[in-house]
C-alpha cells in the first residue's frame, strides 16, 4: 500500500493507503515520486466544478525516479530521474505524430486527450502519491540530470505541467521582440507566462491580480503589477501605456496604442472587479478586448468548460459566454486558446533551466508533506498565507 491524495468530494481531501500501481502493459513504466505539484486546475476540481472527481486520486504534476519498466520499454532505465507531461501520450497517434500531444487520440478512446487525476480525461489515477503508473513510459518520461533534491528539485517538478502551460500561452501568441503583455492572473501560470514573456523578448508585462503577495511576486519577476481590487485595471493599462509612449518618439502611433498582447491566466472562475466574492467568467476578456491593440493577439490559458452546473447563468451553465466579439474582430485581433501540448515543449525548457537561463521555481512558495495536503488544498484554495504554488513530498 502507499500513501495517495484522495479527493472525496467537493473540499473533502484525504491522505489514504491505496494499492500500489502494477505494471499492467509491457510500454508501462512506474515512477517513484520524489516532488509532485498542487495546480490551480485541481482547485477547479477540489471545488466541485469539474464534476465526477468523487473517490479520486488527485495530481498531474509528478517528478521521481524510474522504478520499473515493462518489457517493451527501451528508451528508459531504472533509476531514471524524469518528469511526465501532465498529458499522457501515446506518440504515434495522428494528434501525438503531429505535435498535438494533449490530444492524443489512444489514451482516453473515443475522446481526445489524456490526463493523470483529472476527470473526464481517460480515468488515470492522480499523482499526489509514491508512485505513479505511467503509460508509454517511452513517450511520456523525460529524462532529467542530477539527483533528487538537488537544485533543480523545484524547477523540474515544474517542467510536468506549470512552465509548459505557460510557456504555451506564450507560444500560442508568437511573444517576441518588443511585444507589450499584459497577462490577468498572477498565480504560477500568469507569473510563468510572464518570466517566458520576458524571455521572449518582451518590452513590458504588466500583471493583473487582486491579491498582494501574487503582485508582489510579479514585481519580483520585473512585470509591472496592477492591483485590479483598487478598480479600473483597464484604464489604469491604457493610461499607463499612453503616457509613456506620448511624445515626439512615437508620432503617429496614438490609434495603435494598447497591449500588443493580452494572456487570460485566471479562465471560467474569474471575479467581479467590483466584488470579488462574485464569479463573473466575462471579465477578463471584456477587459482585454479594450486593452489590446489593433492587430493584437489574445491567449486563453485559463480553463474554459462545456458544461459548468454550478454557473451562475443558464447560458455559462452550458459553456457559452457572452463576447466582445465585434470588438475583437474590428482590431483584427488573432486568438489562441486551449490545453498545452507539453511534449513540444518540456525538453527545450528543462535545457533552458539546465543553462540557467530560467529559475522557476521561484514561484513556488510551499514544500510541505504529502500528510499535509488537506490543509495546503484549504490554503490555497482560499489564496492564504500567500500560497502561491504548493509542492508535495511523498
Ligand atoms: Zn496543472
Ligand atoms: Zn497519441
Redesign the pocket.
Known amino acids: 500500500m502507499m500513501q495517495a491524495v484522495v479527493l472525496n468530494g467537493p473540499r473533502n481531501i484525504t491522505i489514504e493507503a491505496v494499492e500500489e500501481p502494477a505494471i499492467k502493459a509491457p510500454t508501462d513504466v512506474l515512477l517513484r515520486l520524489t516532488s509532485t505539484a498542487i495546480?490551480g486546475?485541481d482547485l477547479h476540481m477540489y471545488e466541485g466544478r469539474l464534476g465526477g472527481g468523487d473517490r479520486m486520486v488527485i495530481g498531474?504534476?509528478p517528478l521521481g525516479v524510474v522504478e520499473r519498466v515493462g518489457d517493451a520499454v527501451v528508451n528508459v532505465r531504472v533509476g531514471d530521474r524524469v518528469t511526465v507531461p501532465?498529458h499522457i501520450c501515446c506518440g504515434f497517434c495522428a494528434n501525438c505524430v503531429h505535435g498535438y500531444s494533449a490530444q492524443c487520440l489512444t489514451n482516453n478512446p473515443g475522446k481526445a486527450g489524456a490526463a493523470y487525476g483529472y476527470p473526464g480525461m481517460g480515468g488515470y489515477t492522480g499523482a499526489q502519491t509514491e508512485l505513479l503508473r505511467v503509460p508509454f513510459g517511452d513517450a511520456n518520461c523525460l529524462r532529467l540530470p542530477g539527483e533528487p533534491g538537488d537544485r533543480f528539485e523545484h524547477d523540474f517538478v515544474l517542467l510536468a505541467?506549470?512552465l509548459p502551460t505557460a510557456f504555451h500561452a506564450t507560444q500560442m501568441v508568437d511573444i517576441r521582440n518588443g511585444d507589450i503583455v499584459v497577462i490577468y492572473g498572477a498565480g504560477a501560470i500568469g507569473l510563468l507566462a510572464a518570466m517566458c514573456a520576458f524571455v521572449r523578448g518582451a518590452a513590458q508585462v504588466f500583471v493583473v491580480d487582486a491579491i498582494a503577495a501574487r503582485l508582489d511576486k510579479a514585481g519580483e519577476l520585473g512585470a509591472v503589477p496592477i492591483d485590479m481590487s483598487k478598480g479600473h485595471a483597464a484604464d489604469r493599462i491604457l493610461e499607463q501605456i499612453a503616457r509613456e509612449r506620448s511624445g515626439i518618439a512615437w508620432r503617429g502611433e496614438e490609434a495603435n496604442l494598447g497591449a500588443t498582447v493580452c494572456i487570460d491566466a485566471i479562465g471560467f472562475q474569474a471575479r467581479d472587479p467590483r466584488d470579488y466574492a462574485v464569479e463573473h467568467p466575462t471579465t477578463v476578456i471584456d477587459d482585454l478586448a479594450r486593452i489590446i491593440a489593433p492587430k493584437g493577439r489574445l491567449s486563453i490559458i485559463g480553463v474554459f468548460l462545456d458544461s459548468d452546473p454550478h454557473a451562475r447563468s443558464s447560458e455559462a451553465k452550458r459553456g457559452e459566454y457572452v463576447i466582445p466579439w465585434g470588438v475583437l474582430f474590428k482590431k483584427g485581433v488573432m486568438i489562441g486558446m486551449g490545453r498545452d501540448d507539453d511534449e513540444n515543449y518540456n525538453d527545450h525548457l528543462r535545457d533552458m533551466i539546465v543553462a540557467g537561463r530560467m529559475k522557476p521555481s521561484t514561484i513556488v512558495t510551499q514544500r510541505l508533506p504529502l500528510r499535509d495536503a488537506a490543509d495546503a488544498f484549504a490554503k490555497f484554495d482560499a489564496r492564504s498565507d500567500g500560497y502561491i504554488k504548493v509542492v508535495l513530498e511523498p
Open positions: 495546480c486546475t498531474h504534476e501532465t505541467d506549470a
